[in-house]
């Protein structure tokens, strides 16, 4: 079975070819800058990258792209695009409706654009995406994946506000989490790598990139998230401020005079690593600041470092103890220094790494120390192999 795999952004749209008889990718790329003047069209497969400039007015162009890309190269190995079965289309805001993935027809099309008032960068985006694929290849059947989905499972002392009943219903205001599909792909997996069933498990996963969120995941369930109403709470992250009090962002609006989208530009995308060490986003370049001298860079690495911590602390608190925890995404894939500086003086908690096996980097493995009572994992995140499998299950059964 064949599926096509499509992250669709509003000037963007990723996409992965997988076969699912081996789980295998077949061919994966994106098209960036749509509807800008110069775009550009990646595509990548067996041993095969080519990169394209041309204009890219809209999304159905950009489908039309993709299937000739994939098409055109051999290597990928599509003979007609009625060999694909099915697509998947990742989804950033799902309400409290959607608790898992579903084939699109005209009501969720609907929910998902009345869920586009809280995500306005994403849903509307995303439906770009799912309206092209319609027009290029009718009837072929789309699945919808929620990145909201898994963290449904939250109960209501973990999702409810202390805000007035009446307010928080009529605005739908909620923790609803995000990065789902990843915290259900790496709790997943890393529950097999133990030879455990998740119904069983105490699972603290952390995914830190760019954007970063820490998921307390108790018998298979999301206990609660860094996560909240929008993909801001929680964690320091590459531009995002995260927890803050509240009234501090209403007290510079008040004494700066800020309108609510300059707030909103600070708060998400002038915050964060970028914000403090006034240097860059980006985890690398904190760190080449940090050796050059920078002490905010340093700052800003401290109060990432310490976040995880106390959101770490936190769930095991609320879980009553932890099994495992999980690092994963770009910072945690990729950062053996970050997991051990996260890590150091947990000894407390039965959460002890070594230092040999922690020196890794984009690989699954148990990093744990001998006597450490809590397994700490680094397992890569893989939310299109995912995706793809949510497809297949709500396309064709299973689901
Ligand atoms: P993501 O959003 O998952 O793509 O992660 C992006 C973040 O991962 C950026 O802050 C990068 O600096 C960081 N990152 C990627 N590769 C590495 C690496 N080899 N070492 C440390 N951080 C990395």
């Known amino acids: 079975m064949i599926i096509l795999v499509i992250n669709s952004g509003s ?9 699912m008889d081996n789980e295998s990718v077949m061919a994966q790329g994106q098209v960036e800058k749509i509807g800008l003047p110069s775009g550009i069209f990646t595509i990548k497969a067996e041993g095969l990258k080519n990169k394209t400039e041309l204009e890219i007015p809209n999304h159905e162009v950009a ?15 599509l003979k007609s695009l009625d060999d694909i079965d099915a697509i998947g289309h990742r989804i950033v805001q799902g309400g409290d409706t959607f608790s898992k993935a579903c084939l699109v027809d005209d009501a969720v099309r609907a929910k998902i654009e009345e869920y586009g008032a809280m995500a306005p960068l994403h849903n509307p985006a995303h439906l770009k995406g799912i309206d092209a694929c319609s027009k290029v290849m009718p009837g072929k059947p789309q699945v919808v994946v929620f990145d909201t989905a898994f963290h449904q499972t939250m109960p209501a002392m973990a999702y409810t506000y202390g805000l007035p ?30 030879g455990k069933p998740v119904e069983e498990l105490k699972i603290i996963t952390c995914h830190l990139g760019n954007g970063s969120s820490i998921t307390a995941v108790k018998n298979g369930k999301v206990l609660d998230t860094s996560m909240g109403f929008t993909p801001h709470e929680g964690m320091l992250m590459g531009t995002r401020c995260g927890d803050i009090d509240a009234t501090a962002v209403l007290y510079l609006m008040k004494h700066e005079g800020f309108t609510p989208e300059r707030m909103d530009q ?6 964060g690593l970028m914000g403090v060490s006034g240097v860059s986003s980006d985890f690398r370049e904190i760190d080449d600041a940090i ?26 608190a609320a879980m009553n103890g932890v099994d495992a925890i999980v690092f994963t995404a770009g910072i945690g894939e990729n950062g053996p220094d970050v997991r051990e500086e996260i890590c150091a003086d947990m000894d407390f908690l039965g959460i002890k790494i070594d230092a040999e096996k922690n020196n890794v980097r984009g690989k699954e493995v ?3 120390a001998e006597g450490s009572s809590v397994q700490v994992w680094v397992v890569p995140t893989n939310e299109e192999l995912a995706i793809a499998q949510d497809t297949v299950a709500a396309a064709f059964g299973n689901n």
């Open 11 to 19: 000037s963007s749209l990723k996409f992965q070819l997988l076969n």
């Open 63 to 77: 489908v039309e792209l993709v299937l000739n890309g994939l098409l055109e190269t051999k290597e990928a190995g």
């Open 165 to 194: 009943k009446e307010y928080a219903e009529k605005h739908k205001i909620r923790r609803y989490g995000a990065h789902g599909t990843s915290h259900r792909y790496v709790s997943g997996r890393v529950a097999e790598l133990m």
């Open 266 to 271: 600070m708060l998400n995308k002038e915050s």
């Open 291 to 316: 050796a050059a001298g920078n002490e905010q860079a340093k700052l800003a690495r401290d109060i990432f470092i310490y976040r995880v911590k106390k959101y770490i602390g936190s769930y095991v």
């Open 366 to 368: 148990n990093i744990s």
